[in-house]
């Protein structure tokens, strides 16, 4: 009987992505390449479900039924006969993952999807050795996977739209919000905009407009504080299609539109500063924790699911 989600790797991404599974109720196993490994991510998954049950996410019932639903492994092939949906979340190089996706598609019937968390690479490319390629998409859980809503579900050039669309399905069940992207092109669909809003973010700073503190603080204190729940599109069409045209007239002459990395980050790369890690990057790190940042967004997260989770109730 096929009643397993294998996920494929262990780590950061895979374990929140192992929790979610478990806290939808499925039989679970966190597959990696040993007992120190699975041991590990088994730990981590853990703690994404305590913190969810900690912070009202999920009820004391629920994080226990899915401690118990959650299991490791060190063998694909022993669990292949019993799982209905692979993800995989392994090293981000394509060499490795079309080996990967290769053995998959070898030892699972042509029925069940194949999956990969890949942020940048397309699934088309990581599919490219498998026999099957129809039954593979990428869900790119976004970071960190145990609380962030969104999961893009990516079609590659030969993926069936019913795969897609199961996949989906499957996801929504996990308290997730998945979104369809129907082609297999970089940066999927959220980077995309993501990117957009980068480049503009360090041209301003490059052209000594406002200061990276400003700049960060004028995003998440204005547009961010909609978002959860006012796409940019629904913001058109709220405040009226000619007067967004208008605007866009007159803002997108003067807005970077570089079809490369700028060289502002270029100089801070070249000269070491790398950000958090090496302790100085747009922000002095010296005189910052990363770490209470990263707190603090996770918490805000956790605030935001929960209030949008009530109003979508309404």
């Known amino acids: ?136 998409v990428t869900t790119h859980f976004w970071l960190p996977a145990h609380l962030v809503p969104l999961v893009e579900v990516v079609m590659g050039d030969k993926t069936d739209l019913a795969v897609a669309q199961k996949v989906l399905a499957e996801l929504k069940r996990w308290k997730k919000s998945p979104v369809l992207v129907k082609k297999d092109l970089p940066g999927q669909l959220a980077n995309r905009v993501f990117q957009a809003i980068i480049r503009e973010s360090i041209d301003i700073v490059a052209s000594g407009l406002a200061t990276a503190e400003d700049v960060d603080t004028a995003i998440s204190c204005g547009m961010a504080m909609r978002f959860p729940v006012w796409g940019p599109l629904k913001h058109l069409d709220a405040v009226g299609l000619e007067l967004g045209l208008a605007v866009q007239e007159t803002v997108l002459p003067d807005i970077c539109a570089q079809k490369h990395a700028n060289g502002y980050i270029r100089d801070l790369v070249s000269q070491g500063s790398l950000g958090a890690k090496s302790g100085k990057g747009f922000y002095d790190w010296s005189e910052r924790s990363i770490e209470a940042d990263m707190k603090k967004r996770d918490q805000f997260i956790i605030e935001a699911v929960k209030i949008t989770s009530k109003l979508d109730q309404q």
């Open 1 to 136: 009987m096929r009643e397993y989600v294998m996920v494929v790797g262990s780590g950061m991404m895979g374990s929140g992505i192992g929790a979610m599974s478990a806290l939808a109720g499925n039989r679970t196993v966190l597959v990696d390449i040993d007992e120190a490994r699975v041991k590990a991510g088994l730990e981590k998954a853990g703690a994404c479900i305590r913190l969810r049950e900690e912070n009202g996410l999920n009820s004391h019932e629920e994080a226990q039924r899915a401690l118990e639903l959650l299991e490791t492994s060190t063998s694909m092939t022993e669990m292949a006969d019993r799982a209905f949906l692979v993800v995989e979340a392994i090293i981000e190089k394509v060499d490795a993952k079309q080996e990967l996706f290769a053995r998959l598609d070898a030892i699972l019937p042509p029925d069940v999807p194949i999956c990969s968390n890949t942020s940048g690479l397309k699934i088309t490319d990581i599919s490219k050795r498998c026999k099957h390629p129809q039954r593979t």
